[in-house]
């Protein structure tokens, strides 16, 4: 299925221009010229990205006002920012809001397309690990009121929110992937992987 476009530009001609390029990649496009305009699209369906510009002539909202609503609304629909040459601090302050990414005018199409695409690789993977951590969230869970389990957890906390590498140790049985399933989940890397090595299979050399 050919993914979503929606192109949020106030210069017909730059929309024209836009839709031309994605359509001939395979994309589907869809266009709008103002605020009003660009959230009735969002509406009727999701895109699978926003290709929004800064300055929209005519509109109630500007391209901040619009991500920021973006986000608050559909914080899984990645946004690349358009911008004329001088504005570039500006686009710094839409990737702060939560941006993915800024082209500026005049772009090339293959900067364009190769930014498009990576930035709908990457929603991708966000939503498959925030469905994997949902499959395996109750496997994940650690339950008991003992002391020796809030005391466990209180260290997982603690130590989830550092830098450092942890080793659990335990006889066989006792947990220690769950703990450390845990320990990733409560980290700032939980949007990454999280990778099962089983060591005793793997040759010593390697």
Same mark, same amino acid.
């Given at each position: 299925?050919?993914?979503?476009?929606?192109?949020?530009?106030?210069?017909?001609?730059?929309?024209?221009?836009?839709?031309?390029?994605?359509?001939?990649?395979?994309?589907?496009?869809?266009?709008?010229?103002?605020?009003?305009?660009?959230?009735?699209?969002?509406?009727?369906?999701?895109?699978?990205?926003?290709?929004?510009?800064?300055?929209?002539?005519?509109?109630?909202?500007?391209?901040?006002?619009?991500?920021?609503?973006?986000?608050?609304?559909?914080?899984?629909?990645?946004?690349?920012?358009?911008?004329?040459?001088?504005?570039?601090?500006?686009?710094?302050?839409?990737?702060?809001?939560?941006?993915?990414?800024?082209?500026?005018?005049?772009?090339?199409?293959?900067?364009?397309?190769?930014?498009?695409?990576?930035?709908?690789?990457?929603?991708?993977?966000?939503?498959?690990?925030?469905?994997?951590?949902?499959?395996? =969230?109750?496997?994940? !869970?650690? %339950?008991?009121?003992?002391?020796?389990? $809030? @005391?466990? #957890?209180?260290?997982?906390?603690? +130590?989830?929110?550092?830098?450092?590498?942890?080793?659990?140790?335990?006889?066989? =049985?006792?947990?220690? !992937?769950? %703990?450390?399933?845990?320990?990733?989940? $409560? @980290?700032? #890397?939980?949007?990454?992987?999280? +990778?099962?090595?089983?060591?005793?299979?793997?040759?010593?050399?390697?």
């Amino acid at each position: 299925m050919a993914h979503d476009v929606l192109i949020v530009d106030d210069e017909a001609d730059i929309r024209m221009l836009v839709t031309g390029i994605l359509q001939d990649e395979g994309y589907q496009v869809r266009e709008a010229s103002d605020s009003v305009s660009t959230f009735q699209q969002v509406a009727a369906r999701r895109p699978n990205l926003v290709l929004l510009d800064i300055w929209l002539e005519g509109s109630d909202r500007d391209g901040l006002e619009i991500l920021e609503l973006l986000q608050q609304q559909h914080p899984a629909v990645p946004v690349i920012i358009m911008t004329g040459h001088g504005s570039v601090e500006t686009a710094v302050a839409a990737i702060k809001a939560g941006a993915y990414d800024f082209v500026e005018k005049p772009f090339k199409a293959d900067r364009l397309l190769l930014m498009i695409e990576r930035a709908i690789e990457a929603a991708q993977l966000r939503q498959e690990n925030e469905e994997l951590r949902l499959r395996i =969230g109750r496997d994940s !869970e650690i %339950v008991g009121s003992a002391p020796l389990i $809030q @005391s466990l #957890r209180q260290s997982i906390d603690r +130590v989830a929110r550092t830098g450092s590498r942890v080793l659990v140790t335990g006889p066989a =049985g006792t947990g220690k !992937e769950l %703990v450390a399933r845990r320990i990733h989940l $409560q @980290s700032p #890397r939980a949007t990454g992987p999280f +990778v099962v090595l089983n060591c005793a299979s793997m040759h010593p050399d390697r």
